[in-house]
């Protein structure tokens, strides 16, 4: 089976999750994703802590290509890969691609129909000199705020906005795709991390313009919805329920056998059962004590009202949506680990949106790569015993 982005070839000079979010989802329709390292290796690929998963997840269908791109006869290789290539990717610092001679002004006169996506912290304006990480932007661009409880600010639980920005970096991509097919040219798209934290903000900003009161943390929020929360469970455990729309109201209360809740006056709709919040929240959650976890989520799925347990990462390898729906792609990663990952999120009639590659290994397709642009055996030994690329 075909997909999409056959036949289009890509040059990924990123690292950590931005840029390797923009390539991943690239290479999973299909492109070519040549994934560009120095000869010892992406930094990325040593991270520890949190950073472990990122090179294993954000790299499966790429190639690597380890070569010193600093060095003449790596810029050289560079400079005839770009006139082959319809798409460059780029997350390096402000200016640094420019310095380094691989600048869209630059790599235009070499490829005319050449996308270049410069994914950075900022966009145009005071900031865009600034270097940027997830945290810093979740920080100042009011993510962190409305993630903690008052007075604590705190980070999202993934890389949020790395992912996001890298999506839209995707998204202008494939925009710039469809515009190439008209005019036959290329062009510069730009996504940045500061940016794409406001664009998340922006049903919150809706909200305190219209108000004109100061927008509340989500912990500290009254919700749109009158259930619409996590609650204990009789055996010491948690369930998240919400209703959002009288159906559900009704079914939930027939399903929970509170059929006076249901007769209610006070409680006959959402806005209603709102303004009881102070007595009807601690009646529900007082409700919920009588039954355990299993018995409440059994409940809602018979009523068809909304409900979900509170799972940690590692219940995900287990899910049965997930794996029944084929939306798991076993994996070997690079220290020979064989595991599950997430595919892309998205279902496309008539193709098959699965691992094709492993995450590579250092220079796994440099020789490859090489030849295929006319290089010789000869040439690649000399240039591997000169530390020029590794292979």
Not at 61 to 69: T, Y
Request: some cysteine.
């Amino acid at each position: 089976m075909s997909l999409p982005l056959e036949n289009i070839r890509v040059l990924e000079f990123t690292h950590a999750v931005m840029g390797p979010t923009t390539g991943l989802l690239l290479a999973d329709m299909g492109a070519e994703v040549i994934h560009i390292e120095p000869p010892q290796g992406d930094e990325t690929r040593r991270l520890k802590g949190f950073g472990t998963g990122y090179f294993p997840f954000y790299s499966r269908n790429k190639k690597s290509l380890a070569i010193d791109i600093k060095s003449t006869e790596g810029k050289k290789i560079i400079e005839q890969l770009v006139g082959t290539a319809d798409i460059v990717v780029e997350n390096f610092g402000p200016g640094t691609m420019d310095r380094l001679g691989y600048g869209y002004d630059h790599l235009k006169t070499i490829n005319t129909k050449l996308i270049y996506c410069s994914l950075k912290g900022f966009a145009s304006g005071p900031y865009e000199k600034r270097h940027a990480m997830d945290e810093v932007v979740q920080m100042m661009g009011g993510l962190a705020y409305m993630t903690g409880r008052p007075g604590d600010p705190l980070r999202a639980g993934t890389s949020i906005v790395d992912i996001t920005g890298g999506m839209f970096g995707y998204i202008g991509i494939l925009i710039a795709l469809y515009e190439r097919e008209k005019t036959g040219l290329g062009k510069e798209v730009k996504a940045s991390l500061f940016e794409t934290t406001a664009f998340l903000m922006g049903q919150h900003m809706a909200y305190g313009a219209i108000t004109k009161t100061p927008v509340p943390p989500m912990p500290a929020r009254v919700s749109a919805w009158s259930i619409y929360q996590i609650f204990n469970t009789k055996d010491h455990d948690q369930v998240f329920v919400g209703i959002i729309s009288e159906k559900h109201w009704e079914r939930f209360c027939e399903g929970f056998e509170k059929v006076d809740w249901k007769n209610d006056e006070r409680l006959r709709s959402n806005n209603l059962r709102i303004d009881n919040r102070e007595w009807f929240i601690p009646a529900v959650e007082s409700l919920m004590l009588n039954f355990t976890k299993q018995e409440i989520m059994d409940r809602c799925e018979k009523a068809g009202i909304t409900f979900a347990p509170i799972a940690r990462p590692e219940d995900l390898f287990h899910d049965p949506q997930l794996n029944e729906g084929n939306s798991l792609l076993t994996t070997t990663l690079p220290d020979g680990t064989i595991t599950k990952l997430p595919k892309t999120p998205i279902e496309y009639e008539g193709a098959d949106i699965a691992l094709r590659m492993n995450p590579p290994s250092i220079g796994e397709h440099t020789k490859a790569i090489l030849l295929g642009i006319g290089y010789t055996e000869g040439e690649i030994e000399q240039f591997n015993q000169q530390k020029i690329i590794a292979s």
